[in-house]
């Protein structure tokens, strides 16, 4: 009876040690993010144009890539599966709270959504007015005098009392300052005005500056009214497909033939495309999701270039070099502008 008593002991403990172990693999958190091939998203139930509906067949998507808290199991799963990319947190944040980083995620979005509109409804021959918000912080670095009172998230509208009409403007002046001198900051945060006074540092180039690092605010006004909901979808690769979708709506051209079309970049408001992070997981994505078409930003992969790029490779080389193995049959379209977009399927139909 000890002896049988002794052994269910024994397995009930093993149980036990077994089950911790199980749950801390599942459960516990570690420093390190996981990339993976996410999702195409219908284009179609992200844009509302009054009475500009998109009727016509196919689809215009937007491609995802899925970020995740590593575990212990699915760091270890992360090492052996394909397009499966670790990240330590400090890359994927840059040492910011999930919340910051959160809010910084959906203002690149709707920086996205912004230049989308406006280079969109110019195109169809449509009214864009735009107004200058001010700067906008995404960071503020550790040596600056501001930090504890600027946060990301906070649009600076004046500098001692004076308002540009681009973040140029705002640091020209700043520029023309002395390093130590005390610079009144007028800034907006969740729709109060606030206003604080610190001295100015002497940035890495040398010279006197707030200590931040920033972009535009814009706010973008068009006529037809033009609504975008991009769900919990953050980040500003997105800005090309959006680009096209307003487009189509706007000029109720057939440019999808019926075809499932993916793309990523970002849109500049000149039109051109900007580089992305994590092509070659969104082209597994647009696979899955049945995608014929791949539109990939291009720039010319000069030796300078390769050496800062992701993988040593342009977003056109990457995707074209993952496309072969995963997707022979989707074409892959290097694009470097929303014209040539266009151009490319008004004629190739």
Not at 3 to 29: Q, S
Not at 93 to 112: C, L, V
Not at 218 to 246: A, C, E, H, N
Not at 293 to 312: C, D, G, M, N, R
Request: hydrophobic share 35%.
């Amino acid at each position: 009876m000890k002896n049988f008593l002794k052994k269910r002991a024994t397995k009930v403990t093993l149980g036990v040690i077994v089950g911790v172990l199980v749950l801390v693999g599942l459960f516990w958190p570690l420093p390190y993010y996981i990339e993976t091939p996410g999702s195409g998203t219908n284009l179609k139930s992200f844009v509302t144009i009054k009475s500009h509906p998109d009727k016509r067949p196919g689809e215009y998507m937007i491609m995802t890539v899925q970020l995740a808290r590593a575990r212990p199991i699915t760091y270890a799963l992360a090492k052996v599966l394909p397009y499966h990319e670790i990240d330590t947190e400090k890359s994927v944040t840059g040492g910011q709270s999930g919340a910051t980083y959160m809010r910084m995620e959906n203002f690149y979005m709707q920086s996205a959504i912004n230049e989308a509109k406006a280079v969109a409804v110019k195109a169809a021959g449509d009214k864009v007015t735009k107004d200058y918000l001010g700067i906008y912080v995404m960071e503020v670095q550790k040596n600056s005098k501001f930090k504890g009172e600027l946060k990301v998230g906070d649009t600076i509208t004046k500098v001692n009392g004076r308002h540009f009409e681009s973040a140029f403007g705002f640091q020209n002046y700043i520029r023309k300052q002395k390093v130590g001198k005390q610079l009144a900051v007028t800034y907006e945060r969740d729709g109060v005005k606030h206003t604080v006074t610190e001295p100015l540092i002497k940035l890495s180039s040398g010279q006197p500056g707030i200590g931040i690092i920033l972009t535009d605010n814009v706010k973008i006004k068009t006529s037809p009214k033009v609504s975008v909901d991009p769900g919990q979808i953050g980040g500003p690769s997105g800005g090309l497909m959006m680009s096209l979708q307003i487009y189509t709506q706007l000029t109720n051209t057939n440019l999808r033939h019926g075809r499932k079309i993916a793309g990523t970049g970002t849109i500049n408001p000149d039109g051109s495309v900007g580089e992305i992070g994590g092509i070659d997981k969104k082209i597994v994505a647009a696979k899955k999701a049945g995608a014929t078409i791949f539109f990939a930003p291009y720039i010319k992969p000069t030796k300078a270039v390769l050496k800062l790029e992701e993988h040593h490779e342009t977003n056109y080389q990457l995707a074209k070099k993952t496309a072969k193995k995963v997707a022979p049959n989707m074409k892959v379209v290097p694009v470097t502008s929303f014209k040539q977009v266009v151009r490319y399927l008004e004629t190739h139909k």
